[in-house]
Nanobody, 117 residues
Framework: QVQLVESGGGLVQAGGSLRLSCVVS????????MGWYRQAPGEQRELVAV???????TYADSVKGRFTVSRDNAKNTLYLQMNSLEPEDTAVYYC???????????WGQGTQVTVSS
């Protein structure tokens, strides 16, 4: 069973930076996609950034140029570097993994990011 544990959220002023981390454990089988989603109050969960096993990344238009997703395979850790944060980035951020065979999705418990104006 895959487990995802996020950390690094918090309160930051607009224009500031945060780095989220997600430690992935129990991934004996191949993980095909890893990434980050977020959910603001009253909103649907939305994609922030994902990376496939080949390293190809996809970003939401709203975070392009400000956020960077990366991974350290030796540490089984996924990161999300967030720069130039805006109040609109305030949300709970969730780490996400997906296997294709069989199709299985895993979610972390979420970490709160609050950006003050």
């Amino acid at each position: 069973q895959v487990q995802l544990v996020e950390s690094g959220g918090g309160l930051v002023q607009a224009g500031g930076s945060l780095r989220l981390s997600c430690v992935v454990s129990g991934s004996g089988l191949r993980i095909n996609v890893m990434g980050w989603y977020r959910q603001a109050p009253g909103e649907q969960r939305e994609l922030v950034a994902v990376m496939n096993s080949g390293g190809t990344t996809t970003y939401a238009d709203s975070v392009k140029g400000r956020f960077t997703v990366s991974r350290d395979n030796a540490k089984n850790t996924l990161y999300l570097q967030m720069n130039s944060l805006e109040p609109e980035d305030t949300a709970v951020y969730y780490c996400y993994c997906k296997r294709f065979v069989p199709v299985t999705e895993y979610w972390g418990q979420g970490t709160q990011v609050t950006v003050s104006s």
